[in-house]
């Protein structure tokens, strides 16, 4: 079966550079989410996407951007990246009101 | 969406059920009960959720009490791959908008030891 897609698996930036990740949602899948998760912590919510309008936003910095595209995939945009910004980043995506949700693999992002 | 308390950690032996708990006492009535692991640095995966039945799947069941103010969480029969973080969460039913985000908590992590 189709999963979530994400690219790249890993990513090395220097600081004040600028990264973009990609995720693929599960075919038919509506809705997509974008968590971040720093060394030893638990996942938090950035921001989520439904029909390509964004549905929620969590405690994303202003330094990051995002949007969903009319195939449906995501785009995390990060400028001005920080050492603080080194942490796994994990999409997800779901259809249906009581579903769960399907995450990635993860893009290991790390800030030297 | 409401607080659940889980038990930082514990472990179980190797082909035994394991019962991981957790406390929802603010549990609305139209939020149900999920339940994520996360395996070392991969993505969480889900297990099951539930409203106020029991459920089961071929994973785990879901024992949620009458009053739905705590669940459990049965892995019959755990292995060594089992051990990871679980993550018990509550949301609402609405799947767009601002209440259809999952927010995790601390997690209890589960030692499966041989």
């Known amino acids: 079966a189709a999963g979530v897609i994400q690219s790249p698996r890993h990513l090395i930036k220097e600081k004040r550079e600028t990264a973009t990740l990609k995720c693929y949602p599960i075919?038919?899948?509506?809705?997509v989410y974008w968590y971040q998760q720093g060394p030893g912590q638990d996942p938090q919510f950035l921001i989520s996407?439904?029909?390509?309008?964004?549905?929620d936003k969590g405690s994303i910095p202003d330094r990051f951007s995002a949007q969903q595209f009319s195939d449906y995939h995501s785009e995390l945009n990060m400028s001005s990246l920080e050492l603080g910004d080194s942490a796994l980043y994990f999409c997800?995506?779901?259809?249906?009101?009581?579903?769960?949700?399907?995450f990635g693999s993860g893009t290991r992002l790390t800030v030297v | 969406d409401a607080k659940t308390t889980q038990p930082p950690s514990m472990d179980c032996a190797e082909g035994r059920a394991a019962n991981l708990p957790c406390n929802h006492s603010t549990i609305s009535g139209n939020e149900y009960v999920y339940w994520y692991r996360q395996i070392h640095s991969q993505g969480p995966q889900y297990i099951i959720h539930?409203?106020?039945n029991n459920e089961t799947n071929e994973m785990a069941s879901l024992i949620i009490t009458e009053d739905r103010k705590s669940s459990t969480l049965i892995l019959p029969h755990a292995t060594l791959r089992d051990t990871a973080v679980y993550y018990c969460?509550?949301?609402?039913?609405?799947?767009?908008?601002?209440?259809?985000?999952?927010?995790f908590g601390k997690g209890i992590t589960l030692s499966v030891r041989p």
């Open positions: 996407f439904y029909e390509k309008m964004q549905s």
């Open positions: 075919p038919r899948h509506d809705t």
């Open positions: 997800a995506s779901s259809i249906g009101a009581t579903g769960g949700y399907t």
């Open positions: 969460i509550v949301r609402v039913a609405i799947h767009t908008g601002a209440n259809s985000k999952l927010t």
């Open positions: 539930g409203l106020k």
